[in-house]
């Protein structure tokens, strides 16, 4: 293994869903849905895998279904307009797409100015394109994790080419609001910087409403915007994901993006377009769903003992254990299915500062109301 990918490891992922499994233990880890999304989009795909459409090599940018859906979604939701051709970039999930932008856009030596915690594949990637990680940690504050936009705009150097920015944020649960995404674009746009921008939780924003990046002012021509069906659909294993921005920023990926997957996905890309499509009410309907899944656990963590922040958007709930007279995040979720039959996730992965989320753990709650009780029960006999 190279030097680049050797202090990665195997992801945490991976470890705690084999944990998981192995103990036979209710998994609150890796964040996937139990149940899978709507009977009427699984049908599609499988309407799509027998008719034959996208059995062969789709089209490189996606089948133009999918591009046009993509685009319909973002004018629907927030207004954005994408030429379906030249501005939407169909990819394996949304991993493909962080992996083919930062390989697109960085140069050896540049530096990424990321949130922390981060979601594990960006530090991976930013190391595989050669490039340097400068971390600006969201840190708990009001009972929630905050971004101090001071800290970011002096994490900026004349070295550095993008910021990788995630909200809804996973782990944390943050979102960013319309001061902090201001602060973003005025400093993207003062330093003629280029922003990627995860938002795969964009339909699980609890309190208000999900607001691209894109949409702000000066951010449409520098912003490469991703997000994912996994999520939104709850069809994690399909893998189908998408870019929009502007045509060369898209070119841009698009060139990074034939060499790792050239396409994939072929018959989920129809059903992903039949997807995006679905009314207002699946949109609504979803969330409300996870919103009060949300408070049951976040009740749960709290009566076992454990420091809740409650979060604004994605289906996770970062959580403090140090009430529990516990330090160590890693060793705790090593012990935990041991202990009362549950996985969960240590924040401190997610850090270069491992010091900085030691003791913070995350838990997903995109699980069967059932599982939930049935978890909250065993962590309630953790002593
Ligand atoms: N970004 C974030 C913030 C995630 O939580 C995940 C995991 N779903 C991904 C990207 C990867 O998405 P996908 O499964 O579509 O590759
Ligand atoms: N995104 C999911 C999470 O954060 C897991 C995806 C993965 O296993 N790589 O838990």
């Known amino acids: 293994l190279n030097r680049r990918l050797a202090s990665f490891g195997t992801t945490i992922f991976a470890e705690m869903s084999a944990l998981a499994a192995r ?15 709507p009977a009427q989009i699984a049908e599609a795909a499988s309407r799509a895998v027998l008719t034959g459409l996208g059995n062969q090599y789709p089209p490189g940018p996606g089948v133009p279904e999918l591009r046009a859906a993509v685009a319909r979604h973002q004018e629907r939701f927030y207004g954005l307009s994408w030429d379906p051709d030249a501005e939407v970039l169909v990819t394996a999930g949304a991993t493909e797409a962080i992996a083919a932008s930062l390989l697109a856009l960085l140069e050896p030596g540049d ?11 960006y530090a991976a990637c930013i190391a595989m394109a050669g490039a340097a990680r400068v971390p ?6 009001g009972g929630a994790f905050a971004l101090d936009v001071d800290e970011l705009r002096a994490a900026v150097t004349p070295r550095t080419r993008l910021l990788l920015l995630n909200s809804p944020h996973n782990p944390t649960g943050t979102v960013l609001g319309p001061a902090e995404l201001a602060a973003v674009a005025e400093l993207a746009v003062e330093r003629d910087l280029l922003v990627v921008t995860d938002e795969v939780y964009e339909h699980l924003v609890f309190e208000g409403v999900h607001t691209p990046l894109a949409s702000l002012p000066g951010m ?15 069809f994690t294993g399909w893998k189908v994901g998408w870019v929009t921005a502007v045509p060369e920023l898209v070119a841009a990926v698009r060139s990074a993006k034939q060499f ?10 129809y059903a992903v377009a039949e997807a995006l499509d679905l009314p207002d009410s699946y949109y609504a309907d979803f969330r409300a769903d996870l919103a009060a899944k949300r408070d049951l656990l976040a009740g749960g963590l709290a009566a076992a003992g454990f420091e809740v922040f409650r979060p604004q958007g994605t289906y996770f709930i970062t ?24 996985v969960a996730i240590p924040n401190q992965v997610f850090y270069d500062d491992r010091t900085a ?3 913070h753990v995350r838990w997903a709650f995109c699980k069967r109301t059932v599982v939930l009780e049935e978890a909250v029960e065993r962590l309630g006999r953790l002593s």
């Open 23 to 37: 103990t036979g233990s209710i998994n609150l880890g890796q964040g996937f849905p139990d149940t899978d999304g």
């Open 111 to 121: 530096e990424v100015v990321a949130l922390e915690p981060y979601y594990d594949s």
């Open 136 to 141: 600006v940690t969201l840190r708990p504050h």
């Open 220 to 234: 449409r021509d520098r912003t490469v915007t991703i997000s994912s069906a996994g999520k939104t659909f709850s």
């Open 260 to 269: 790792l997957t050239f396409v994939s996905s072929g018959p989920f890309q």
């Open 319 to 342: 959580t403090d254990i140090t009430p529990l007279g516990e330090k160590d995040g890693l060793a705790f979720c090593r012990s935990l299915p041991e202990r009362c039959g549950v």
């Open 357 to 359: 989320g030691a003791t």
